[in-house]
C-alpha cells in the first residue's frame, strides 16, 4: 500500500513563504505524476501545480510567479515552494502522485492560512 504524507503548513503573514512538502511511501516501482491541489472553504478543489516525472511543470494562472513545483525521485517527495502569498491563498493543500502504471494517491491534506 502507498502512503502520502504532506507537511509544512501552517500559519504565515501575507507576503510571507512556505514550502510544502508531501513524501510518498510503501510498495512504489515508480512514480509519474505528481501534483499539488487545493481547496478552500465553500469552493471545488483546484490543481495549483504538476510535474511529470521527467521534470515538466505547470501552475495555475493564480500562482502563476510565485509557487514552485519541484521533486526529489531519490526521496520519492514533492515540493511545493509558496512565495508572495495572498489570503486567498488560504486553504487546505492535497498532494496526489500517480504511481505504478496510473494508480492516483492522495495525501490527508495540510492546512495553510494567510492572515492579511
Known amino acids: 500500500q502507498v502512503q502520502l504524507v504532506e507537511s509544512g503548513g501552517g500559519l504565515v503573514q501575507a507576503g510571507g513563504s512556505l514550502r510544502l512538502s508531501c513524501a510518498a511511501s510503501g510498495s512504489i516501482s515508480s512514480i509519474n505524476g505528481m501534483a499539488w491541489f487545493r481547496q478552500a472553504p465553500g469552493k471545488q478543489r483546484e490543481l495549483v501545480a504538476g510535474i511529470t516525472s521527467g521534470g515538466s511543470t505547470n501552475c495555475a494562472d493564480s500562482v502563476k510567479g510565485r509557487f514552485t513545483i519541484s521533486r526529489d525521485n531519490a526521496k520519492n517527495t514533492v515540493y511545493l515552494q509558496m512565495n508572495s502569498l495572498k489570503p486567498e491563498d488560504t486553504a487546505v493543500y492535497y498532494c496526489?502522485?500517480?504511481?505504478?502504471?496510473?494508480?492516483?494517491?492522495w495525501g490527508q491534506g495540510t492546512q495553510v492560512t494567510v492572515s492579511s
Open positions: 496526489k502522485a500517480t504511481i505504478n502504471w496510473g494508480k492516483d494517491y
